[in-house]
């Protein structure tokens, strides 16, 4: 790069115009040649990175993990600007690779239409995976996505239901031989009768698909189509419930499925007595969660049902008809499955209240699942999980909690119990609890009043009956307010049920902040118990965070079944 000449460099702003125009074009242009000589060093720079030396196809599958990362974690696309092209910024060598990978173009957001054509146009051939959500255009956005129908293999559309029939009508004009997952739902307020899906959808031409989900969506029940699947999901209709009937004729085409959801069905009804089925297999079934209606419509379903021996199942009951209709319920279970239910050995009841709960049973000593609030089946370990939902006046008693362990558990062995109650539970409760758990082991109570277990736990001259809960080891208490003189209390029952050789060998104490001082838990250790305490702990922190005598239920914030 030259210098300035003398003559130049003696430019002032008070000289001639001409050379002072003359001077800044000579400047401009050592600058530009800078720049371009920065840009140089820069780019030769950037190639002497380590991650140059990765090869290709190396490099573009960290690009598709750094996708998948950012779809799932990113709290914004970028107003609708996908993810890929951040990629295509970063340096001249890492925009070839991405351009010249279709597989990094194919998933299509009809967020923005701005970036549709480029997402098309660069996946080239590739198979896509297409997400629609209104309000966003359906001409604009959807249409021109479903043109590329045949080349699509996961097909999410969330539409309002002004747009379903279009987009039925547009989902029929021709085959998806490439599509494996369909995902459908209708949201906002439905105001006149929807289209139907039926077996004209994809023009009965859908080979490859393997799973399922309808949202609130208007269904014909009469499908012959879907013979390949392995997930079907119904979460409400907005068309005629099924019939039994229907349904199991349905469910004879696929012989292959392996979850199965029917949800927001409740108002299904259970076979009449004159009505005959010949019973569907679905022998590869891992998983069915089922909200259709009372215990009666569940057990005419399981008669008809050939299910493999240990299938997870989730059950969600609006009424509850008494002992009998569970010993029908299991009974009906055993039989689908060929066998007796699965030997428990945990027991979990959570939100209990007065027009429902939630009862789960897993067959090992912990729960491992984490989180409730939407269970999936497929994904958990609680082979069985019923929840019941009924009239706030039908006041449900909770000790029916119990019946159930007994049905479950016809030999007892239930050794943990955990329990999560919007009400304070009382002595009753607990004292029927011991009368049918007199092997339970750990009890873990959540969020709730002790005063009713220490009055069971306690023991006088005077009782008729035997000590509750003899086998009990290890007590958890989790967010516990202690009421006045209850430390006390909890240790004078600890201290007395020793001196008649039932010992507590642990207690933990997670968030239990109120009323409960550092003397009252040494008092508590000198009965010889074990005591883990969190008290030094902020009130947040629970016993579910390393270090702070995590729970031997694992347990974190109660759920939702469905």
């Known amino acids: 790069m030259s210098t300035l000449s003398d003559i130049l460099v003696n430019v002032t702003p008070r000289s001639a115009t001409a050379l002072v125009e003359r001077c800044r074009a000579r400047i401009d242009q050592d600058l530009a040649a800078l720049a371009e000589s920065m840009r140089v060093l820069h780019s030769r720079r950037n190639c002497l990175a380590r991650i140059s030396c990765l090869p290709p196809e190396i490099l573009v599958t960290v690009f598709r993990h750094f996708e998948s990362f950012e779809d799932h974690t990113s709290t914004s696309h970028h107003r609708g600007t996908p993810i890929c092209l951040i990629l295509t910024h970063v340096c001249k060598h890492w925009r070839q690779l991405a351009l010249d990978c279709p597989t990094l173009w194919i998933s299509v957001s009809c967020v923005s239409p701005r970036w549709l054509d480029v997402m098309l146009e660069r996946s080239k051939d590739a198979h896509l995976v297409a997400t629609y959500h209104?309000?966003?255009s359906l001409r604009g956005c959807l249409e021109p996505v479903l043109s590329h129908l045949s080349r699509i293999k996961i097909l999410k559309i969330c539409s309002v239901s002004t747009d379903v029939d279009r987009i039925t009508e547009l989902l029929s004009l021709q085959p998806a031989p490439s599509l494996k997952i369909f995902e459908f739902a209708v949201i906002g307020n439905v105001h006149h009768s929807l289209m139907p899906i039926s077996d004209t959808i994809f023009q009965g031409q859908v080979p490859l698909l393997q799973s399922i989900a309808f949202v609130l969506c208007s269904l014909n029940w009469a499908w012959s189509i879907f013979s390949g699947l392995r997930s079907l999901s119904v979460r409400g209709t907005t068309g005629a419930l099924p019939t039994l009937v229907q349904l199991l004729s349905t469910l004879r085409y696929m012989p292959d499925l392996e979850q199965l959801t029917l949800q927001w069905l409740s108002n299904m009804t259970p076979f009449?007595?004159?009505?005959l089925c010949d019973k569907v297999p679905l022998i590869q079934l891992k998983s069915i969660a089922l909200d259709i209606g009372t215990p009666k419509t569940i057990v005419s379903l399981f008669d008809r049902l050939v299910l493999p021996a240990g299938v997870k199942t989730a059950l969600h009951l609006s009424q509850i008809e008494g002992s009998q209709s569970f010993f029908d319920l299991f009974s009906a279970m055993d039989r689908a499955s060929g066998g007796p239910s699965p030997f428990v050995r945990s027991l979990r009841a959570i939100r209990i209240s007065n027009n429902g709960f939630v009862v789960q049973f897993c067959t090992s000593m912990a729960f491992k699942s984490h989180y409730h609030y939407s269970w999936n089946p497929a994904d958990d370990d609680i082979p069985l999980s019923i929840q019941f939902t009924c009239n706030p006046l039908a006041h449900v008693q909770s000790t029916i909690i119990f019946e159930l362990c007994r049905i479950a558990s016809p030999q007892a062995r239930i050794h943990s119990m955990f329990l999560e109650s919007l009400y304070d539970l009382p002595e009753l409760f607990w004292r029927t609890g011991s009368a049918d758990l007199l092997d339970l082991q750990i009890i873990h109570l959540s969020r709730n009043s002790i005063r009713g277990l220490i009055e069971a736990l306690s023991f006088d001259d005077t009782q008729v009956t035997g000590l509750a809960y003899p086998s009990l080891r290890v007590l958890e208490l989790e967010g516990t307010n202690f009421g006045d003189h209850e430390a006390e209390d909890l240790q004078h029952v600890i201290k007395q049920r020793a001196e008649r050789g039932t010992y507590l060998h642990e207690l933990r104490l997670a968030g239990c902040m109120k009323n409960l001082t550092a003397g009252q838990v040494r008092l508590l250790?000198?009965?010889?118990?074990?005591?883990?305490?969190?008290?030094?702990?902020?009130?947040?922190?629970?016993?579910?965070?390393a270090g702070t005598g995590c729970s031997t239920t694992n347990y974190t914030a109660p759920g939702r079944l469905f």
């Open 525 to 545: 250790e000198e009965t010889g118990v074990n005591v883990d305490w969190d008290g030094h702990k902020d009130d947040h922190e629970t016993c579910t965070k």
């Open 272 to 275: 009449g007595d004159t009505e």
């Open 134 to 136: 209104a309000p966003v």
